[in-house]
Structure formats: C-alpha cells, structure tokens
C-alpha cells in the first residue's frame, strides 16, 4: 500500500492519466477519424500531453479546492 501522504500526488497521477487520454482521444479522432492508424495518432498524441496535464494537474488542483471552498456554504455557516 502506498502511504496517506502520496494521496494528493496519486490523484493527481490518475486523474491527469484519464483526462489527458480522454481529451487526446477525442481531439485525435475529430482531426483524423476512425481509421486506420487511429490508435497509433492517440497515443503519439497522449505522449505529448500527459507530460504537460501532470504538473498542471498538480499545480491547478489545490487551487480548484480552495475555490470550492470559498464558493460553497457549510452546514455549521448557515
């Protein structure tokens, strides 16, 4: 098991993987098509997006949190 304290970096790791080949796939088949080489353009294409979507995600995720929190009301605020 992976320490509590990877968890932040963990999800991170996983929620860039999965978006990044999502929004790649999708980019790659409106360029290109269903065709063959499909899958071979997604990949070149993903390669050069996780990379990039990684640290973003790392970087853009506490912030998101923290505006979250000031967007929403808690139950012991009201």
């Known amino acids: 098991m992976i320490p509590a304290r990877f968890a932040p970096l963990l999800s991170g790791f996983l929620m860039s993987l999965m978006m990044s ?3 790649s ?3 790659t088949l409106r360029a290109v098509g269903v065709e ?5 353009a ?8 996780w990379p990039v979507a990684f640290p973003v ?3 853009v995720a506490p912030l998101v ?3 979250v929190a000031l967007a929403i009301r808690t139950p012991d605020a009201a």
């Open 21 to 23: 080949s999502i929004v």
């Open 25 to 27: 796939g999708i980019s």
């Open 36 to 40: 063959e080489g499909f899958t071979a």
């Open 42 to 49: 997604w990949l070149s294409a993903w390669a050069y997006s």
């Open 57 to 59: 995600v790392l970087v």
């Open 65 to 67: 949190r923290r505006a």
